[in-house]
């Protein structure tokens, strides 16, 4: 078998048969393919797109790079939740409690933020102590004890991911949707869990900007989980709004805790049940809209974040006395015309984040926990130039990031509104 | 400027500046873009190809990546003559002397065979002592007074085009139009002349497989030129089967002073005097046909052949005593049926002389001067079982090189006759 047959293969538009996949992704992960044939290939892949079958293949010999974790010590369904990442996003920290509050298990693995999007990691680290990489012994320990443990990959996760990612970074290959079910969904299945719910975020400040393209990928992950044997639920969500108020770190732990005791933002609280419906429901728990809105209501679900965050080193006391990190300044940002709220680029809203400090423009960059943006920016909102609509929790100068602010929202005079849920794909 | 915007920009369609593609190409030539980049470039340049102008900008940056000859000291229109590479194709060596018989000015920079097709190079070093590496100031030298001087490339001649060749053969991207010309062109550029012949070859024997790709790849080269202010023309030529009788090294050699002589094969000597005609006339020779035709007569186009072989230091007795390397046996080969010749895989024609040693399957291999095919295979002909079709001249065993045949020959009942010339594109 030679690589350049594969790639003319896929150039010409044949599709590849298991044995070639497997022959091309294997040798790369050792090394034995050279990046220059690999990201032709990536190329071609780009153009030509891949079947049902190939792309499960890729998937498979992805997941196969490295470890596979065995969740067998789990009691009861795995079940597992993954973002395709947007602004504000911090559902998994309401999710997992909330999910636990109901008698679910979610084990689940987590990343960093990079560029305009947030990581849940990062935000759980705003907490004193936090520890995201416990032993694994004692990762199951918990989760059998109180439903939820947040953790970070193990560096054996995939390793074709990552090697194939940086590549495909720089390649100008990324977007691309057989490559990008297979890099996420060969993650979620190296996870070990039996059933996962995907929130796949769509609009301006998302990896999927348009609602056709997000279905595709939606799609093909679902599709990926079918191969694999797996219920796999995809929530196809609006991101051309931030979610919820805030966009930071320590903000948005703030925020999490308010929803979990039911005061939460509308729309993020909407999308919080809806995914903990979903994963409830995957793993056969009955009622689980009454559950959730009783654990919602009753203080459950915040006692189940309290534990979590106990469980995993973090302070209990720095919660409970609502002293998370907070910024220096904190200062209003006024709309520049009166109207309503027609467009908002959402990715600037999280670069504007970003500059404030809140995220990395590159992996090595540090966060600055305690700063941030709290947006009461929505489509459809009437605003006016003497009402401010964000607050901007600054420890430093924010010259720019008004005008980064300036330019991301759109002002006009038609009234403009999207749901919060788009749609469901489903293979159960 | 960044290398995977550019990427993504021809990715996505959109016609890149000069800057954009002379950046990419020079830092690539400097070892600045790693080969992963610029492979996923080529890749897109295969399916979205390149405008008239970016295959210009190409071109001008792949030259501009060496050095260029200057062939100021050549006396008159500096001519040069270019065949894309066939089968049986001696056809420089009948050129340059007929061309320079009747004044024009031939300066050629040759190359080696490599798989399925010969080198004039190799052919010439079938000649005892023919050198092929002679000085700057020679080759001037010899242009001037002979009219004629073919030798090897030198060694920095568009040295981004053989790091882009490498790279494209084992990236599945060699068969790319723009890619195709510039690479041609840039050679051509570089070499000095003024005008220049094409002999686009098309057909089973031919990198060009069917007449539309061929004229693609020719009006390519001939806007290529246009773009340089040089005058070119493409002549498309025959290679559904070889041209000629001789394939081989010693053995194209005779054919080639035959042909000289006026005693060529039809389709060759016809090809040749066209092709010569073309040059004559971008040269400004008056009445050049009939100048062809004295040339070929008188003995004229010989003895310049002969003038040239003297100049670098080729054997003139060998060649007058008609003692070129020999093969030991010569065998013939009969038709599997009766009937005519409806179809030739003439590239498998050019692998059996090159698996009697006449060929290299990589660049190391040696050539054997002597071996070859002696082929009267042409579509359209009437064979029979009974009567050889092609003399094998062999130094060893032919079990394979016979097996070969019988697959590359299709016998039928139609009468397929095919030109020897489609059709001439030329931008004067």
């Known amino acids: 078998m030679r690589v350049v047959d594969i790639i003319e293969k896929k150039r010409d538009n044949f599709v590849l048969t298991n044995e070639e996949i497997s022959y091309v992704i294997k040798n790369y992960a050792e090394g034995n393919v050279p990046d220059y044939q690999m990201s032709a290939l990536l190329m071609a892949i780009y153009f030509n797109g891949m079947t049902r079958e190939e792309t499960a293949a890729l998937t ?96 054996n996760l995939v390793p074709a991911d990552k090697l194939l990612y940086a590549l495909r970074d720089v390649t100008a290959t990324v977007p691309s949707i057989p490559l990008i079910a297979a890099s996420i969904m060969s993650k979620k299945l190296a996870s070990g869990a039996d059933k996962i719910v995907l929130d796949v975020k769509v609009g301006s400040g998302a990896f999927m900007e348009n609602l056709e393209d997000a279905e595709k990928l939606a799609e093909a992950m679902v599709e990926i989980g079918d191969s694999f044997g797996k219920e796999v639920v995809a929530v196809l969500s609006n991101m051309d ?50 559950k959730i809105a009783t654990a919602l209501e009753n203080g459950d679900a915040y006692r189940k974040f309290v ?3 106990d469980a995993q080193g973090g302070s209990v006391a720095q919660i409970a006395s609502d002293s998370l990190p907070r910024a220096k300044e ?25 500059l404030l400090g ?41 010259e720019e990031v008004v005008e980064v602010l300036n330019k991301a929202i759109k ?13 469901k794909i489903r293979n159960s």
Do not use: W
Request: charged share 25%; net charge negative; hydrophobic share 40%.
């Open 411 to 423: 002002i006009g005079d038609m009234l403009v509104e999207k749901p919060i849920i788009y749609k």
């Open 307 to 309: 534990s979590m965050v």
């Open 241 to 290: 709004q931030p979610l919820g108020h805030a966009i930071g770190n320590a903000i948005e732990v703030r925020e999490a805790i308010d929803t979990l005791q039911g005061n939460g933002p509308t729309d993020f609280q909407v999308l919080c049940v809806e995914l903990a419906t979903e994963l409830l429901t995957l793993a056969g728990i009955e009622n689980p809209k009454k």
């Open 358 to 398: 809140a995220g990395r423009a590159s992996k090595e960059d540090e966060i600055d926990m305690a700063v941030g943006l709290e947006s009461f920016i929505k489509l459809g909102k009437k605003v006016s130039t003497d009402e401010a609509v964000i607050m901007i929790h600054s420890n430093g100068a924010v």
């Open 330 to 354: 904190v200062i209003p940002y006024y709309p520049t015309e009166n109207g309503y709220i027609v467009e908002i680029d959402t990715a600037e809203i999280g670069r504007a984040a970003m």
């Open 60 to 155: 498979k010999e992805m997941l196969n790079s490295g470890d596979v974790i065995d969740l067998s010590k789990l009691e009861g369904v795995k079940l597992d939740k993954h973002s395709t990442g947007g602004v504000g996003d911090k559902t998994s920290l309401v999710v997992g409690p909330l999910v636990a509050a109901c008698g679910g298990k979610l084990a689940k693995m987590s990343g960093r933020g990079l560029g305009h999007t947030g990581g849940t990691l990062d935000k759980l680290e705003a907490i004193e102590g936090f520890n995201i990489s416990i032993g694994e012994d004692d990762f199951f320990r918990q989760v059998n004890e109180i439903g939820v443990a947040i953790v970070g990959q193990t560096a």
